[in-house]
């Protein structure tokens, strides 16, 4: 049986993938209307990596990838290796400043998993952490939401998570879980620590064992009528509200 193939489609996440990782690209291929700036730009840059597009029909991208916008580029890449418990603690060792980490507790939906990795790889998190159970597949649809970010933004697939958390806070980073019934306020917490931010799915929120496991709670101040947040917007609030505290 033929491997499955690991493909990157859209413009600026296959861009990212020859900026950052040029060696991980294996084909391109460009759908033969295609002939604008950005595209020329990326038939430049894939060859200057040694590389040459093919140019085929928009059928043959869709039989790659599906019915997915794809913006007429698709490229086969190599996969980002998964991380597991093992190369967390190793990651968390090779570190040179203090841990950043986002911990997704039962997010399924492959359109918020891509938000929240565009949106870690952007606040500076150094790993997002998944429970191998409950949660969505790093598949082509996160890597296209996430804009490049699922390429390089580790993703450690845990079995355990209240034993990876507890891990974590063997290691002296404190656990952080976003509650709408916390007493506290995001803003009004210490996040300039060794930091794991924790969100739950929508609804449902973290589980018991996650929730237990934290060093505290705390809630996004909501002002009008709606209660809560798409966890893709939790999480970029809770990580630049981190990142602001920790560069000033």
């Known amino acids: ?33 295609r002939d604008d700036a950005r595209a020329r730009e990326l038939t430049a840059r894939a060859q200057a990596a040694g590389l040459r597009a093919q140019i085929v029909s928009p059928a043959v991208l869709a039989k790659f990838v599906g019915d997915v916008a794809h913006q007429g580029a698709v490229a086969a890449v190599r996969p980002l290796k998964a991380w597991d418990e093992a ?17 997704l507790d039962g997010v399924t939906d492959p359109h918020n998993l891509g938000a929240c990795l565009r949106t870690a790889d952007a606040a500076g998190v150094h790993a997002v952490v998944l429970p191998r159970d409950r949660a969505a ?11 490049g970010a699922a390429e390089f933004v580790p993703v450690a697939s845990v079995t355990n998570l209240a034993r990876t ?45 996650t929730r237990e496991r934290c060093d505290f ?32």
């Open 87 to 103: 190369d967390l603690a190793a990651g968390l060792d090779a570190l040179t400043e203090q841990a950043f980490l986002l911990v």
């Open 217 to 248: 709670l705390v809630k996004i101040p909501m002002q009008g009528w709606v209660d809560s947040l798409n966890v893709s917007a939790a999480a970029a609030i809770a990580l630049f509200e981190a990142r602001r505290q920790r560069s000033s």
């Open 1 to 33: 049986m033929q491997a499955k193939r690991n493909f990157v489609y859209g413009l600026h996440a296959i861009h990212a993938v020859i900026e950052r990782a040029p060696e991980r690209l294996l084909e391109l291929w460009l759908a033969e209307p």
């Open 137 to 147: 597949a790093v598949d082509g649809v996160v890597r296209k939401v996430a804009a």
């Open 165 to 209: 958390l507890d891990m974590l806070k063997s290691r002296g980073i404190w656990v952080a879980g976003a509650d709408g019934h916390a007493d506290h306020s995001l803003y009004a917490a210490d996040l300039k620590r060794p930091l794991a931010v924790v969100l739950g799915a929508e609804g449902a929120g973290m589980r018991r064992l």
